[in-house]
């Protein structure tokens, strides 16, 4: 799991301020340097949960298919806006969020998601694999390409020198 870009901490002293009208939203998010969204976001997260909205888990969190329907539904049925339903169920991200719409509108299923390391590591490695080959691949292609260019342009050189000092 990648280290979170701001801490708990700080993400609750500037919703504090916030909500505090300390400032405007976009005066905060430039004296904190991040942006307004995030400031309105982290407002909405702890208005509605408080300061253990901010608590960090260990890994991704486990959501399961009912959850994710009831979320999707409760957008659709105008229940809030996506930010306001990511800010009550306290879901990861909006984009978690704005891809289980994605998908349940594409009449896919949204299956349960309970990460299991071992399974995703290794999904993630064979991932990971596949693109270095495919750059590697490339680089060897592009480099063929230049070598044969190059030779093509030192033999039509040599043939033009010959010909001219004939």
């Known amino acids: 799991m990648a280290k979170p870009k701001y801490t708990a901490q700080f993400k609750i002293s500037v919703a504090k301020a916030y ?24 407002a909405r997260k702890y ?8 608590l960090s888990h260990p890994g991704n ?4 298919s009912e959850f994710k329907y009831r979320c999707v539904e409760a957008v659709l049925r105008g229940e809030g ?8 169920y306290n879901i990861s991200s909006s984009w978690v969020l704005r891809d289980w719409i994605k998908r ?26 596949w693109k270095i080959e495919k750059r590697l691949r490339s680089t060897v292609f592009l480099m063929t390409k230049i070598t044969r260019g190059q030779l093509h342009f030192m033999l039509f050189h ?7 000092s004939i």
């Open 81 to 88: 806006s996506a930010a306001d339903i990511v800010a009550k």
């Open 158 to 164: 040599t043939v033009c020198v010959s010909r001219h």
């Open 47 to 54: 208005r509605e949960h408080g300061e253990d909205g901010f």
């Open 61 to 64: 969190s486990k959501y399961s």
């Open 19 to 42: 909500l505090t009208e300390e400032g405007s939203r976009r005066s905060l998010a430039r004296k904190y340097g991040v942006g307004q969204k995030s400031v309105e976001d982290w």
């Open 104 to 129: 349940y509108t594409a009449n896919r299923e949204l299956k349960d998601y309970d990460p299991i390391r071992e399974v995703y590591m290794a999904d993630a490695r064979r991932k990971q694999r």
